[in-house]
């Protein structure tokens, strides 16, 4: 029997998402359906962990996050957003997934397929598969996958890039380009959904749609009008770098991790 906790404030949505998993998965069962982060922590305090919790991340009282700040989570998550904004945080946290609105059958069955498939990885004959397994293993995997070099064309030459020179990378006019420290600008054919994947989270932050940033390239952060953030590099950018009053949050407090 594979029990499942759902943690989303739109009742609509969440009462789908109950019927999905109860129709795509055999011998489910959909322990409780929460709304808030308060009851969230609240059951999660006062229950045993179920198999695999489902969770939205924008509720009425903050972002998801929080309850796994505040509890020590044993089970592994498959975050359903309308946001793709969130995914690398999710990851950093405690995702094992990461579903965008409205989330169909086939995506749902893709992704108790791969927590089948950790599962039956991690797992020995005679130990039971437990979060922390999940998680380190998650990371391992993740960890390998960011790059240390980029490769980018000028002219005529294949040029390497180490991240480490790259201050920040900018959409703008329908182009993406590269700008390096030393104020070189290389245009590239990925987008910034695709380097953002690319990059190591703990060192670039995805500001807003159009500006990835180097943390060693900050040189301020400002209050904004409507709780957003104004965020100055240490070179002249073209248009200002405004982050929105959900993003400053995490801004901040990835800013403060290191």
Known sequence: ????????????????????????????????????IKSAVRWLKENN?????????????????????????KSPIIFCTAYDEYAIEA??????DYLLKPVDEIKLQQSIQKYQNLKKTLTSTDAMINYGNIQQFVNAVSENQYKKTVLVHYQE?????????????????????????????????????????????????????QFIVNRSAIQSLENYFSRRMLLRLQMPVSQEIIVSKTKSPLLIKWIEKF
């Open 49 to 73: 962990h179920p198999d695999i919790i489902f969770s939205d991340i924008q509720l009425a009282d903050g972002l998801s996050f929080e309850v796994f700040k505040q509890v020590e989570v």
């Open 157 to 209: 030459k294949i040029i390497p890039l180490t991240t480490e020179q790259i201050a920040y990378i900018h959409y703008d006019l329908g182009s993406v380009y590269i700008m390096t420290f030393d104020k070189k600008r290389y245009f590239i054919n990925q987008t910034l959904d695709e380097y953002e994947n690319l990059l190591h989270p703990d060192q670039f932050f995805r500001a807003n749609r």
């Open 91 to 96: 990851f950093k946290t405690s995702g094992i």
């Open 1 to 36: 029997m594979l029990t499942v906790l759902i943690i989303e404030d739109e009742i609509k949505t969440a009462r789908e998402l109950k019927k999905n998993i109860e129709q795509s998965i055999d011998n489910v069962t959909v322990l409780e359906i929460v709304a808030s």
